[in-house]
């Protein structure tokens, strides 16, 4: 059996980050899925579940608002509140994806492990 989705979707609100007693670290967040086809237009919200070192970049590179395509698998999580039996769809993430322009954040981050600037004086043609 197979069970892995693919997402691409704006953050609904920004990841909270969290460790468990172990000091594993968890993220959650939520991302608003449009999906138009033609004159049709809906919008799914999918509630997201990062674990280890991939919840802690989630938390450190996105944050309300920011896109991005996250794989995992769906699973679904039940409970029973006031005698009502519930449950919600979850995509426990194994691994994400950037989309759009790079922003300052990452600038900063990309230009700080760069080469030394060279002085093109110095190159002989």
Wanted: contains cysteine; neutral net charge.
């Amino acid at each position: 059996m197979i069970n892995t989705v693919i997402v691409e979707g704006n953050l609904t609100r920004g990841p909270e980050l969290s460790y468990t007693p172990n000091q594993v670290a968890v993220c959650k967040f939520g991302i608003a899925c449009n999906n138009k086809r033609g004159e049709y237009e809906n919008t799914y919200f999918a509630t997201c579940e990062a674990w280890k070192s991939t919840a802690e970049n989630i938390q450190k590179f996105f944050k309300k608002g920011k896109r991005i395509i996250v794989e995992g698998s769906l699973s679904t999580d039940s409970w029973e509140k006031d005698g009502q039996k519930r449950s919600k769809d979850k995509i426990t993430v194994f691994k994400f994806h950037f989309v759009g322009p790079k922003d300052s954040a990452q600038s900063v981050n990309r230009d700080s492990q760069s080469e030394p600037a060279v002085d093109t004086d110095d190159i002989p043609f």
